[in-house]
């Protein structure tokens, strides 16, 4: 079995490597460590999808900017976290409907940039939403408004979330949560992130909500877009909660603002997820495999499957047919 699992591995890096040098992905699937979880039913599954859009001015394809990451929890229940920029929405909202969704139990904004809570407006439109969370601080743009105003249409209440917080997610005893560790804002700082003239768009991206989910022995950290400052708070703050077995690469895998060396040494993921392709580079690629830790992308319309039973995982790469 561990030989089997350091010969994956070893190909995966090899493929990432080719990838980092060239800036093409091969479109084969990967698969990585896949235990044996036929005898059991209570997955947690995770899905982070890519999807392309045609550029109306170029009239070219190309990935859809953001992030977006769909959880199906062990009871079944669903959780979306995030939903890219708007021209996803109709795709995402086809792809959740082939898992046999019908109700998005939790939706959450990590925060209200374009190319977080864009696609939300057709999840919105084509789901029943339980619960939303998001952290409470508005952002000045037309989207947003838009969003927010839809919100109000359908009477979902928004309820914010901040450090401290615990969210139990399912009801069959199974313990998955969520736990946050950022922020915690007082009426003052939303206002000087909301209105004070400069740096909103910073701002607003060091509000993300931070958070672990996790279930029983498996734990994936969600980082939105915070910055290094950000990081480095959280480090003083929980040095040892922040280790996870996942890492949602922060600001999608920007590693001017994000991913500092000292996070990845603190959280010690065994893989990063990271979302956005505009941002993959040799620079990203060795930061993360220096400290040993293997980088899980997309440059095609696809998505990686993250499979857990709490205590073993499994992790493939699909792209869509076309």
Not at 301 to 320: A, H, M, R, W
Request: charged residues 25%; hydrophobic residues 35%; glycine residues 4%.
């Amino acid at each position: 079995m561990k030989r089997n699992i350091l010969l994956s591995t070893f190909v995966l890096l090899t493929i990432l490597f080719i990838g980092c040098q060239s800036t093409r992905i091969p479109e084969s699937v990967i698969n990585i460590e896949q235990p044996d979880f036929a005898n059991n039913q209570e997955l947690l599954k995770i899905y982070c999808p890519e999807f392309e859009y045609t550029n109306k001015k170029t009239q070219k394809k190309q990935i859809v900017a953001g992030d977006c990451t769909i959880v199906i929890l062990p009871d079944n229940k669903c959780m979306v976290v995030d939903a890219f920029s708007n021209e996803a929405g109709k795709d995402l909202s086809a792809f959740i409907k082939s898992l046999g969704i019908t109700k998005i139990d939790y939706l959450i904004a990590s925060h209200y940039h374009r190319d977080h809570i864009g696609g939300m407006l057709a999840l919105i439109n084509n789901f029943e939403i339980g619960t939303f969370y998001s952290n409470g601080v508005p952002f000045d743009s037309t989207t947003c408004d838009l969003f927010l105003d839809l919100l109000d249409l359908n009477n979902i209440k928004i309820n914010v979330l901040k450090e401290g917080d615990i969210v139990n997610l399912t009801d069959d005893g199974s313990n998955c949560r969520i736990e946050l560790l950022w922020p915690s804002l007082t009426e003052d700082e939303i206002y000087d992130v909301y209105c004070k003239p400069g740096n909103t768009e910073k701002k607003a991206n060091s509000t993300s909500l931070v958070f672990k989910l996790i279930y029983k022995d498996f734990s994936f950290l969600f980082t939105g877009d915070m910055y290094k400052a950000v990081d480095k708070a959280l480090i003083q703050k929980y040095p040892d909660k922040l280790k996870s077995t996942i890492l949602k690469a922060p600001h999608h895998g920007e590693f001017y603002t994000a991913n500092s060396r000292a996070l990845i040494k603190t959280v010690k993921p065994d893989y990063v997820v990271v979302e956005d392709p505009q941002y993959i580079c040799q620079v990203i690629c060795k930061r993360y495999e220096r400290q040993n830790v293997p980088v899980l992308f997309r440059r095609r319309p696809g998505y990686i499957l993250l499979q857990s039973d709490g205590v073993k995982y499994s992790i493939e790469t699909t792209k869509f047919q076309k």
